[in-house]
């Protein structure tokens, strides 16, 4: 009996071993492909940065910090951008032993122009917390931006809006822009000073980052030239490649 004990805690071991090991390689796999396609690019990769993880107040980034691994910098489609794996980790209780992680896909593209706060994130019960977070009011689809068609009705089965403008909000989502993040799936993003924060759960990854970066793209190309004039805080720092 006790001989079986050992063996089954001997496979254990194994076991874990094993996963563990697995993990390694593909992490080191995952840098590697994606060294070489940031290298096809023109673009940078670093191994990390810790500033990325405070520049910006509110979602996704947590209050405790965390740590921004790998970091790529680059232009695509005529606008800079900063791209990185957010990581970092939760205690769900006082007296947990373990902490749960949470990894982000994270991509920040610099405005023309500074804005107000304005947030396009999932229509769940998160939306609303993210919002008071975010200190902003909930904002309705405005009937320019087809809210009483189809597309806007589908678009307020998919995302919840939180802007501290309305006039702004209804700028920003004319029909063009509700019609792309329509037909495509859900992802979650806000204005912030100067800058575009889009976020994802998951890796780094480099057709996950050149899918957010087309979305990227495909809602600013969209974005009237006024929304960039609306005005917003003017003391927010700007970003880019050659952040640090």
């Known amino acids: 009996m006790e001989a079986l004990v050992v063996l089954l805690f001997a496979a254990l071991a194994a076991g874990v071993l094993v996963v563990v090991q697995y ?16 290298r096809s690019r023109g673009w940078q990769l670093t191994a990390s940065d810790g500033g990325l993880t405070r520049r910006w107040p509110g979602p996704p ?11 790529v910098r680059g232009t695509h489609r005529g606008r800079e951008f900063t791209g990185f ?4 980790e939760v205690t769900p209780s006082a007296s947990a032993k373990t902490a749960i992680p949470h990894r982000h896909l994270v991509v920040v593209v610099p405005l023309p122009g500074a804005v ?26 405005p009937e320019t931006a087809g809210g009483a068609g189809p597309a806007g009705s589908e678009f307020g089965r ?38 575009m924060i889009a976020w994802d759960g998951g890796h ?4 996950r980052l050149l899918t957010r970066l087309d979305a990227i793209a495909d809602v600013l190309d969209r974005v009237p030239a006024e929304a960039w004039r609306h005005g917003g805080p003017r003391d927010a720092p700007r970003t880019g490649p050659a952040a640090s």
Not at 24 to 36: P, S, Y
Not at 85 to 88: D, I, Q, R, V
């Open 23 to 38: 993990a390694r390689f593909a992490a080191r796999r995952r840098v590697a492909d994606l060294r070489g396609f940031v």
């Open 61 to 71: 980034f947590h209050p405790g910090g965390g740590v921004a691994r790998p970091v």
């Open 85 to 88: 794996e957010y990581l970092y």
């Open 116 to 141: 107000p706060d304005f947030a396009v994130t999932r229509q769940n019960a998160v939306a609303g917390a993210l919002a008071r977070v975010l200190d902003l009011p909930g904002a309705e689809v």
């Open 158 to 195: 998919r995302f919840h809006v939180a802007c501290a403008d309305p006039l702004f909000a209804a700028t920003v989502l004319q029909p063009l822009v509700v019609q792309r993040l329509v037909e495509g799936p859900v992802w979650e993003w806000r204005l912030s000073g100067t800058d």
């Open 204 to 207: 780094l990854t480099p057709d």
